[in-house]
């Protein structure tokens, strides 16, 4: 039988709390059930196999904040104290009992979490510890470093939007297991876009970022690929949890960066992780320079909406005129190999962008490889047909994160064997064209 956990999650981005949770728990192996997770609260009882599965599932989180060894629960004090002591008496706390018997040598401390409310004086901290005498703890306290940290965590209510509840809702207790890397690597902080020696306009949120990676499960030892690079937000986060990073743009200016101080592999020297920076090309990923046998783990990337200028792929506008262009040469050298060339483009379709990504992600990833990127959509037309999808991709996660009149969904996949059966849906099958660009110079009003 597994032991109970609490998880405290953040409130930061409630709706994508499970997918990344569930996303860990499927890449390092772990049995944990999520189906009680409530999107308007932050705590969260799972069962699992022990304290090693504890820490893998919470320690790269974004979206958590900590999880601990359930020890008990209750409305109010005098019922926590009864569940742990029920707990101590019953099989379901054998974990408590051991420690109980054998802690003479473990240094420790109390610590306190009060969600929306909670704040004590040290009186008062001081009073509720005491109040756990019966456990009769017997080694020493340590406020720094101690081996274990006895948590008392409380739920409170608002009562306006000043003040909250004095008495708590509810109240759990237990032993620190692992904190995430929100909380105990400050890593929203550190990889906050202001601290990155290059970032543009359109450089991704580092903290969606990385939940995209998480979701996208991008991990040691593989290969993460974004095809629309820019300045590199998604490698320098996909670098962070130690995948090998590639990437491209069409947009040469972007991957260039601006001089040597403010590139994309400056941003990687920022963190240490230059090793992990594979390369970034000039293309555009319809007409990509990967030999077909190269496999991606993970592709994580944000497409261009088109939404500063229309989105483009290489080609000619007009292929008639175009034709025989191939053959000029200047100063001996042909021309389209010269390193001044720019190479024509010719306007794209989000729809059909969407499509040829499904399409590039069905034959560069494994079997199990994930697909991860956001598609912008108009909040008043939006119909369920609009998600493309592909026979050799099942669609696990559609994650939104809104705005005013438009909103951005995280769209998930992952490479079935040749026994799926999907489905596939291109632009010409699909009931409402994605014209979001359109529709955003409108103020998303109704358009012919």
């Not at 306290?141 to 306006?160: A, Q, S």
């Not at 490698?235 to 947009?251: E, N, P």
């Not at 920022?270 to 030999?291: E, H, I, P, Q, W």
């Not at 008639?320 to 100063?331: D, F, H, L, Q, Y």
């Amino acid at each position: 039988m597994g032991r109970k956990y609490l998880l405290y999650l953040a409130q930061a981005y409630p709706n994508f709390r499970k997918a990344e949770l569930e996303s860990i728990a499927e890449m390092y192996g772990i049995k944990v059930d999520l189906s009680e997770h409530d999107e308007t609260n932050p705590f969260l009882i799972v069962e699992l196999e022990n304290d090693d599965a504890a820490r893998l599932l919470v320690k790269r989180s974004i979206l958590a904040r900590g999880i601990y060894e359930l020890w008990g629960k209750g409305d109010d004090l005098g019922e926590l104290h009864l569940d742990v002591q029920r707990r101590i008496e019953e099989s379901d706390g054998e974990y408590i009992k051991r420690f109980i018997e054998d802690n003479s040598q473990v240094s420790f401390k109390f610590d306190f979490i009060g969600y929306l409310g909670g704040r004590k004086t040290q009186e008062e901290r001081v009073r509720i510890i005491e109040t756990f005498k019966y456990l009769d703890f017997k080694g020493p306290i340590r406020m720094k470093n101690p081996d274990e940290i006895f948590v008392i965590l409380e739920e409170y209510h608002v009562l306006d939007e000043n003040t909250a509840a004095e008495i708590p809702d509810r109240m759990w207790f237990g032993r620190q297991v692992q904190l995430s890397a929100r909380i105990e690597e400050n890593i929203l902080d550190k990889y906050d876009l202001s601290k990155r020696p290059y970032i543009g306009t359109t450089s991704f949120d580092a903290e969606l970022s990385l939940v995209t990676c998480n979701i996208g499960q991008v991990d040691k030892g593989k290969i993460m690929y974004d095809p629309f690079a820019g300045t590199g937000s998604f490698l320098v986060t996909g670098s962070y949890f130690g995948a090998l990073t590639f990437g491209s743009d069409i947009d040469v200016r972007m991957l260039r960066g601006k001089g040597k101080q403010q590139t994309i592999e400056s941003n990687f020297q920022k963190y240490k992780t230059s090793m992990l920076f594979g390369d970034v090309l000039t293309m555009d990923f319809t007409n990509n320079a990967f030999r077909p046998s190269f496999k991606i783990d993970s592709i994580v990337c944000d497409p261009p909406y088109g939404v500063r200028e229309g989105l483009k792929v290489c080609g000619s506008k007009n292929p008639i005129r175009s034709a025989g262009k191939e053959n000029v040469v200047i100063n001996g050298e042909k021309a389209f190999l010269r390193r001044d060339y720019i190479q024509p483009k010719k306007s794209y379709e989000l729809d059909s962008l969407l499509d040829d990504l499904l399409r590039f992600a069905a034959k560069s990833l494994p079997v199990g490889g994930r697909l991860s990127f956001w598609m912008p959509t108009a909040n008043d037309r939006f119909e369920s047909t609009q998600i493309p999808q592909h026979e050799n991709l099942e669609l696990i996660y559609n994650l939104v994160q809104e705005f005013n009149k438009w909103a951005r969904r995280l769209l998930v996949y992952v490479k079935r064997d040749e026994d799926y059966k999907g489905k596939t849906m291109t632009k010409d099958d699909r009931s409402v064209v994605n014209n979001f660009r359109q529709r955003y110079f409108t103020g998303f009003r109704e358009v012919e």
